[in-house]
């Protein structure tokens, strides 16, 4: 069976997911709601409809063609009510403009894999491949293991970013067509964590430490808050955490706002407006601090 599953968008030539150059498959859903998210669009499995407001020409063909009227009229704009579409999207195709658009379309495995092996001899030569983002895979956990499967009956190497809070049942499903995980730290303290996302971590620590023991390669990966995690307590947490597991690769991904205009689309406040930067002098330090418990660190600095 060609299994088919709903993804937001297929990024190519990625150089910051994994290895070498890569593929990424971003798939809908996701069990957080991180405060600092820069993709809200994901969080839902169905579609979406976003409204660019730059775009709007104000001609109203959105407003009249809506068959559930949750489209009107505002001063600056147009109003979705969410709870009234039925993601029909009659909405979009009528939008010249381009002012409303889909986020998230089904796509099947072979689909997708006929896009990704466009590129097999990039991957080959850089010693890159695949990765599923999201969202969170785990959150269409059959989608995601047909798709690695696939790809490595071509022969291409696999990953995943995830923020570890899944069933391990899930997890298992992947495993024996996974090379690298890609796993979230967002924060160590669990109440504090429950704050910031909506969940706590006991299970997602859980899962860490079974990929660690089920061979698989991990690389953690902290986004970086300011007031929530970009401070020494935390990060020394994170080292001797790493260390007792013997995690030897981490990433900092410092804050950065690339994705407001998305929540201005979904009709989403941005809760973190006011927040500042990771200064580079506070990256260098992070840097130090888990250097110290003998990892390995990559900045990935978007600002």
């Given at each position: ?132 983002s999201g969202g969170e895979p785990l959150m269409q956990p059959e989608f995601a293991a047909d798709i690695l499967r696939e790809c490595k009956r071509n022969g291409i190497h696999t990953a995943i970013e995830t ?14 067509w996974l090379d690298l995980v890609l796993f979230d730290l967002k924060q160590m303290d669990s109440k504090m964590h429950r704050k910031v996302t909506g969940v706590p971590n006991e299970r997602i620590l859980e ?97």
């Amino acid at each position: 069976m060609d299994r088919v599953g709903t993804i937001f968008n297929i990024q190519r030539f990625s150089v910051q997911d994994g290895p070498g150059i890569r593929t990424l498959v971003f798939l809908k859903g996701c069990p957080l709601t991180c405060l600092w998210c820069c993709n809200p669009e994901s969080r839902g499995v169905k579609p979406d409809v976003l409204f660019r407001k730059m775009k709007c020409l104000g001609c109203d063909r959105c407003v009249g063609n809506c068959p559930k009227g949750a489209i009107r009229s505002v001063e600056g704009g147009r109003v979705i009510d969410r709870e009234k579409c039925d993601l029909c999207m009659e909405c979009v195709r009528k939008c010249y403009a381009g002012a409303l658009e889909t986020a998230g379309e089904e796509k099947s495995v072979t689909e997708i894999v006929e896009e990704v092996l466009k590129d097999w001899q990039f991957y080959g030569n850089s010693g890159g491949g695949v990765t599923l983002s999201g969202g969170e895979p785990l959150m269409q956990p059959e989608f995601a293991a047909d798709i690695l499967r696939e790809c490595k009956r071509n022969g291409i190497h696999t990953a995943i970013e995830t923020c570890g809070y899944a069933r391990w049942e899930d997890y298992e499903k992947l495993l024996g067509w996974l090379d690298l995980v890609l796993f979230d730290l967002k924060q160590m303290d669990s109440k504090m964590h429950r704050k910031v996302t909506g969940v706590p971590n006991e299970r997602i620590l859980e899962n860490l430490e079974k990929l660690v023991r089920a061979g698989k390669q991990v690389i953690v990966r902290l986004p970086l808050i300011p007031g929530i995690n970009a401070h020494r307590e935390h990060i020394e947490k994170v080292g001797r955490f790493c260390q007792e597991l013997s995690i030897a690769q981490a990433h900092l991904l410092p804050y950065h706002k690339l994705g407001v205009q998305k929540y201005e689309a979904l009709g989403i406040a941005y809760p973190l407006e006011e927040l500042g930067a990771v200064s580079d002098e506070e990256l260098e330090e992070f840097r130090r601090i888990l250097e110290g418990y003998g990892i390995t660190v990559t900045i990935y600095n978007h600002s």
